[in-house]
């Protein structure tokens, strides 16, 4: 992967970009059992897979979802958080 | 050509021992099969053999032995960490180290280079005295240096980086720090596990683990079944593909690291010198080369790719250095898998699965830990509990909110 397409600013090289982490969704701090809330601050889906994370484009400070395969570094697609369906 | 080399060349058998056998057939069952044929597995396979009185093991390895982490690594070894739970363990490493090619009578060339750990800033020494103080508590041979101290010891060195960076304000040195060949290290267990009665068999992929009632029942590998109450996986950067495979949840998560050497110079690099700011690690090896590392890629990835960034990265922090590298050229750059855990300290012993054991969260830190974690995890496999030396490290440590933040592993920020 050498550039990576932003869904704002269309295609830009990776150099302009910053990897933010897997989306994870937060369970209720004040519902969640001590087992819960370890297993959401420290435990990762670190195997093989195409997964959504968090990017960053820091020129133009967009942060946004890309679905990319953390095997062969491919990127399936890229939308704003929560916009999904409008940029396929 | 030398006349017996010809000869030896043209024979139809060659009657030179192997290092090990390569059993042609798995047997149907063994009492502990080890996942990974790396440093880590086969010293585990060799101390399982010798203190553990244990033989009846196969190492299972899918590619070749010594090619993931074992082979990737820069080969430094040392003890300088900061929580006494780290700096405990990897000083008994290097004192397995010092005596290791004695032990398996295969040369390691096992060499003590004194190990420098730089600092730009008045926080980076900060960090390098707090070391240095729990270092010395422990026994362990440790001290913080000012510039004179370290320009004396490498004189091509330029502490201002060239106006580049923040100029060298002193650093944490560590004498005992060595390197090692890294390939000896793998080939030297094998070895020694082998001629105990160890079967290892490489291109053995592991392609699924068997657990009924919560405990570990067989290995399905893609030649064929296999019964066995023991699993210890030992493959660093592959282990979320095991974890996977028992619903094991983890904290790790893969990125790559990169290295790479330079032609060979004559000897003028006595040290090991390592900057966190600059993101470099550099030391000369017995063959002349430089070999130099950076920090970790930037985003999580399973792949061995290598990249001109961090060819041109590195370089370029290794100029700041060492000016007078101008003409020397790169000669190979390559990526290891660095499965990181949030702490920076391994994850080993005991599981919630009976029988499956765990050897990984290598991060940057797997090669200088070999020996010690071998001889650790054959005493956990063979009595089913954590050895004194590694119960802080195990898996249940997250769950329990009781980390062990070890800031002082390479190529780690401060």
């Not at chain 1, 933010?20 to 889906?45: C, I, Q, T």
């Not at chain 2, 009657?15 to 090990?20: A, D, I, T, Y």
């Amino acid at each position: 992967m050498k550039s990576l397409r932003c869904p704002i600013n269309g295609p830009r090289p990776l150099q302009e970009f910053q990897y933010g982490g897997e989306l994870r969704e937060m369970p209720d701090p004040d519902a969640a059992s001590d087992e819960e809330w370890a297993d959401y601050v420290f435990h990762r889906n670190g195997g093989p897979a195409v997964k959504r994370e968090w990017w960053y484009h820091v020129p133009s400070g967009t942060w946004f979802i890309a679905e990319r395969d953390n095997q062969s570094d491919t990127v399936v697609r890229t939308y704003l958080y929560g916009r999904e369906t409008v940029h396929e | 050509m030398p006349h017996r080399l010809l000869k030896f060349g043209l024979r139809r058998h060659y009657p030179e021992p192997r290092m090990f056998r390569a059993p042609a057939e798995l047997k149907p069952e063994y009492d502990v099969i080890i996942i990974g044929g790396g440093g880590h597995g086969l010293a585990a396979a060799y101390y399982l053999a010798k203190e553990q009185g244990i033989t009846n093991v196969a190492v299972l390895e899918k590619g070749y032995l010594g090619g993931g982490g074992t082979g990737r690594n820069t080969a430094i070894i040392r003890s300088n960490y900061l929580t006494p739970e780290g700096a405990r363990f990897y000083q008994a490493s290097v004192e397995l180290f010092q005596d290791l090619s004695r032990e398996l009578d295969f040369n390691m060339f096992y060499s003590e280079r004194g190990h420098f750990t730089l600092a730009h800033s008045p926080a980076s020494l900060r960090i390098q005295r707090w070391r240095a103080a729990v270092n010395q508590h422990l026994g362990i041979d440790s001290e913080v240096v000012g510039p004179e101290f370290i320009k004396h010891a490498v004189p091509e060195i330029d502490l201002t980086c060239g106006g580049h960076q923040a100029p060298v304000c002193g650093a944490l040195y560590h004498p005992p720090g060595a390197i090692a060949r890294h390939d000896a290290v793998a080939w030297g267990y094998a070895r020694g596990a082998d001629r105990r009665g160890v079967e290892i068999h490489q291109k053995t992929a592991v392609n699924d683990i068997e657990i009924r009632d919560g405990a570990v029942a067989g290995v399905h590998t893609d030649r064929g079944y296999i019964k066995t109450r023991k699993v210890l996986s030992a493959v660093a950067g592959w282990t979320t593909h095991i974890t996977d495979m028992v619903g094991l949840r983890t904290p790790l998560v893969i990125h790559p690291l990169q290295a790479l050497v330079t032609e060979p110079l004559k000897p003028w690099l006595d040290n090991i010198v390592v900057s966190a700011s600059l993101h470099l690690y550099v030391s000369q090896s017995s063959r002349g080369e430089l070999v130099a590392g950076a920090s970790l890629d930037p985003y999580e990835l399973i792949s061995m790719r290598s990249s001109l960034d961090f060819a041109e990265g590195l370089s370029a922090h290794m100029l700041d250095l060492f000016p007078c590298l101008g003409d020397v050229t790169v000669m190979r750059q390559w990526a290891g898998l660095c499965d990181m855990t949030p702490d920076f300290s391994p994850i080993m012993g005991t599981t919630p699965i009976r029988g499956f054991y765990i050897d990984a969260g290598w991060g940057t830190w797997g090669f200088k830990a070999t020996p010690i974690s071998g001889q650790t995890m054959a005493a956990t496999v063979a009595d089913n509990q954590d050895h004194e030396l590694i119960q802080a490290f195990n898996l249940s440590r997250f769950g329990r909110f009781q980390l062990v933040g070890e800031k002082g592993a390479a190529s780690v920020g401060h």
